[in-house]
């Protein structure tokens, strides 16, 4: 069933755990301003995460500002708890992304084909938005990395390939991170990529498929998007319908053997909001209570082991913003629970 092994033959060592638990204090490359005096859950947010878009456009970009301000008016966290990413550069993109890709993408070349594909006309306010986020996802890592736990307000544009952007994804900024991290460590660093949107994360497991230092981990709804699935590490396809129960007994099933098994020194964790009940584009039944006890338990189950983890908001989609925008700042409630409870 599965491509990779994912049983580590290389014993933890010490060292793996400092740095895996981030107790080294090393510099973060891609913060603009980085405020080592606050204790709080780090959240990692960008004002141009946002950009305009036709009028009546099915994509609720007007999430991305309300769910820090959610945050912000419900006192979930200060504004002292804010690290602001850099924009990811061309190199950092390179990474995952074509050259060819990245130029057309950058300077507004990609044909009108193409632009349908991934649901947005061109612009030079999505090209930064996506910029901002990507560098936000791989800001969020470093963060964990030191902190053992960081949430981006964005992220988790998993449909995105190489070569081209696909279903509102047009960089995959979990894969940038991933590559980024794993890449960069003298360690040899590994990363599980934990999909809980309700769409298969079919661009990272495509990026990711010899790979074997990343491991890509998806529950999704077998007949949503893309039609068309990849294979990752460990797919699982679940039914329309599914409520919380049922749901939350799937990710039990999974995750705390592929934690002791692959043993990851960094877990990403996508919480897409779209198995939700009410999202106009997800096929499951999940409640706010259900989507909180979830990410609770994907983020106790990785802290406790003393694996570092960085969330991205994901998928979610309804008209009404606020509500929405409430919605995707579970997360970050469940986050500061377990950063709490914790004694982070
Ligand atoms: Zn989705």
Redesign the pocket.
């Known amino acids: 069933m599965y491509i990779k092994q994912i049983f580590s033959k290389r014993p933890r060592t010490k060292l793996d755990q400092l740095v895996g638990a981030a107790i080294t204090f090393c510099r973060c490359f891609h913060a603009e301003q980085i405020r080592p005096e606050d204790n709080g859950l780090p959240i990692v947010h960008h004002s141009k995460y946002v950009c305009e878009l036709p009028a009546n456009h099915r994509f609720p970009m007007g999430k991305f500002p309300r769910v820090l301000h959610f945050l912000l008016k419900d006192q979930v966290i200060t504004d002292k708890q804010v690290w602001v990413p850099e924009i990811a550069s061309q190199h950092l993109l390179s990474g995952v992304h074509t050259d060819e890709y990245l130029d057309n993408f950058i300077n507004g070349k990609i044909n009108e084909q193409e632009q349908r594909r991934t649901g947005f006309p061109w612009s030079e306010g999505i090209v930064r938005r996506c910029r901002y986020e990507t560098g936000g996802t791989v800001l969020a890592a470093e963060i964990a990395l030191q902190r053992g736990l960081a949430c981006s307000t964005a992220g988790g544009t998993h449909h995105a390939f190489p070569s081209y952007g696909s279903g509102f994804c047009l960089l995959n900024d979990l894969a940038v991170a991933a590559k980024y991290l794993t890449g960069k460590s003298p360690l040899k660093r590994k990363v599980l990529i934990v999909d809980l949107?309700?769409?298969q994360g079919d661009g990272t497991a495509f990026i990711f498929k010899e790979e074997s230092c990343v491991f890509t981990f998806s529950v999704h709804c077998g007949k949503n998007f893309p039609l068309r699935k990849q294979q990752s590490d460990l797919d699982v396809s679940v039914e329309d319908g599914m409520e919380d129960k049922e749901y939350l007994s799937t990710v039990e099933a999974h995750l705390p053997w592929l934690l002791d098994t692959f043993r990851p020194d960094l877990v990403l964790y996508d919480a897409?909001v779209?198995p939700h009940w009410e999202d106009e584009?997800g096929r499951l039944r999940l409640t706010d209570q259900g989507l909180y006890q979830r990410d609770l338990y994907v983020m106790k189950s990785v802290v406790t082991r003393g694996v570092p983890v960085a969330t991205v908001i994901?998928?979610g989609y309804s008209r009404d913003i606020d509500k929405l925008a409430i919605r995707h700042s579970i997360v970050h409630r469940a986050a500061t629970q377990v950063w709490r409870e914790c004694g982070m």
């Open positions: 949107d309700v769409h897409g779209d584009l994901g998928g």
